[in-house]
């Protein structure tokens, strides 16, 4: 390397760049496939679309990665080591959608908000820089610290079942159910003297499901918690910060052992595939909804400002206006190619921008061949069958870690750059929101009377908390964020 090439723009040999690509990779990929696993079952989508979402996440993945870390044209790309992923802040209004639109119309659904708030990120990313003043430490701390709170019911439905469908804690009696039956038929029948059954009559769940936290895949959670716990105290380095992905591995050979695993679609699928845009038909662009996802990607960008921030500081070049406003616009330009490809909306996952910091390798090459690693994993639909035909009770033990971990990230940025004694007004700030993110959780028909129009907006405990902590904030400290704010965030969420 000469004088005059920054360690930014270092080539390294490629043997060296594959292998750190490839632990970029790894370190990414258990959060990288939650998201698809997640709306994927949400929408009650057949496993092999489930895996398809999975391949088509990885591979946009590695797209907007190449995008971000090697750059197009002066708009596209900070041209930092950079890796993109989902982002976590946009599953709460996706879980609505799905749960209000099952099936591929949903994803339809789903997909056409996602373009839509592309490119409105797109069109406002130079314009964010300015708004980061409405989003100072108090503000962002509390919003991940509600995206981690939300997750985490995701995760331990993983461990004993969802609350409805066939692991619902309760089931219809079989025998009412049969009573209900003969009584349906023989008010049927000519002459028959017992009134018709009422439309839309149907029998309440009673009796204990089976299929509920059953011991065994409690057993099986447990194992791979306990694994994680296991690599995370006594791995070193880099085991150390693969233990979430490397205890999903002890879970699958725990279960394909027991002979809890069907590879059967495994088998069937090819080796090679394309993804092809609109798997699921053209999207539905429905107004409400982009707005509430564009709401999202505000969020998203104001946290990935937060990161680029904080990677200019560790790899020493400094982070300009314009730098900013390419990077920030690659959110929305990765958004759009996550709704054409049929997957989610993109951030730069912070997990990755502290490896930068772990290693010292600085080399954006190292994330261009990240991203082409992702790219090939996506074109292999083997890879996605397989982590689809993962029990869920193998994913909730990591799920209780990953999510439990955003969390955690959202308390330690309160903790660290919060005064919570010489302003209390701080504590009413996230109390307030922390208590309005909870309301979907906790009492998910409190819209059931609202305008219907609205409900996209409000569904989400996250929207609910960001909009609240934003409002609190402003009128209790005004608007006090910096960037400096931003970058100390950023910095506790890496490490």
């Known amino acids: 390397m000469t004088d005059t090439i920054h360690p930014v723009d270092e080539r390294l040999p490629a043997a060296k760049l594959l292998t750190l690509g490839l632990q970029h990779v790894l370190v990414m990929y258990a959060g990288a496939i939650a998201v698809p696993l997640i709306i994927g079952r949400a929408l ?28 197009v044209t002066q708009w596209f790309g900070i041209r930092l080591p950079v890796m993109m992923g989902v982002t976590f802040a946009s599953v709460g209004p ?32 130079p314009l964010v820089s300015r708004m980061l003043r409405f989003f100072p430490p108090v503000v962002t701390g509390t919003i991940i610290l509600v995206i981690g709170v939300t997750l985490m019911r995701i995760g331990i439905n993983w461990i004993f079942g969802n609350p409805v469908g066939p692991t619902a804690p309760k089931m219809v009696n079989p025998d009412h159910a049969a009573w ?22 149907s029998l309440g769940a009673s009796v204990p499901n089976v299929a509920y936290a059953t011991p065994l895949n409690m ?42 695993i069907n590879f059967d679609k495994v088998g069937t699928a090819s080796w090679f595939a394309l993804i092809p845009p609109f798997h699921f038909g053209a999207p539905i662009f429905d107004p409400v909804l982009i707005i509430t996802m564009s709401l999202v990607m505000i969020v998203v960008m104001i946290e990935s400002t937060g990161m680029f921030l904080a990677l200019g500081d560790m790899t ?18 990765g958004t759009l190619i996550g709704g054409l490809f049929n997957t989610f909306p993109y951030t730069s996952f912070s997990q990755n921008v502290g490896l930068v910091g772990v290693t010292g390798i600085k080399s954006r090459f190292v994330c261009v061949a990240g991203g082409a690693i992702l790219i090939v994993l996506g074109l292999v639909p083997k890879m996605g069958a397989l982590v689809e035909a993962l029990p869920t009770s193998v994913l909730g033990g990591a799920g209780l870690v990953m999510f439990g971990m955003v969390a955690a990230t959202g308390i330690r940025i309160l903790a660290s750059g919060v005064d919570f004694n010489g302003n209390r007004n701080n504590l009413f700030i996230v109390a307030i929101s ?31 908390a960001t909009i609240s902590a934003v409002a609190l904030n402003a009128f209790f400290n005004g608007a006090s964020g910096t960037q400096d704010d931003l970058r100390r965030a950023a910095a506790v969420a890496d490490h």
């Open 44 to 71: 009650k989508l057949e496993p092999q679309d489930v895996a398809f979402l999975i391949s088509a996440d990885l591979f946009a993945c590695g797209i907007v990665s190449l995008i971000q870390s090697l750059g």
């Open 94 to 125: 996706m879980l609505a959608i799905a749960g209000a639109n099952p099936g591929p119309d949903g994803a339809r659904m789903i997909f056409g908000a996602i373009i839509g708030a592309g490119i409105v990120a797109m069109i406002i990313a």
């Open 180 to 201: 209900l039956g003969q009584i349906t038929e023989l008010a049927g029948t000519a002459g028959s003297t017992i009134p018709p059954v009422p439309a839309g009559l």
């Open 219 to 260: 057993g099986i959670s447990a194992i791979v918690l306990v694994a994680i716990l296991l690599i995370a105290r006594f791995g070193r380095g880099f085991l150390a910060n693969i233990s979430v992905l490397l205890g999903i591995l002890v879970g699958g050979i725990v279960v394909a052992a027991m002979g809890m």
């Open 316 to 333: 020493g070049r400094k982070v300009t206006q314009p730098m900013l406003s390419a990077g920030l616009r690659t959110d929305g330009l």
């Open 434 to 464: 922390l208590g309005f993110g909870m309301i979907p959780l906790i009492a998910p028909d409190f819209k059931m009377w609202l305008p219907h129009a609205i409900h996209p907006l409000i569904e989400s405990g996250i929207l609910l």
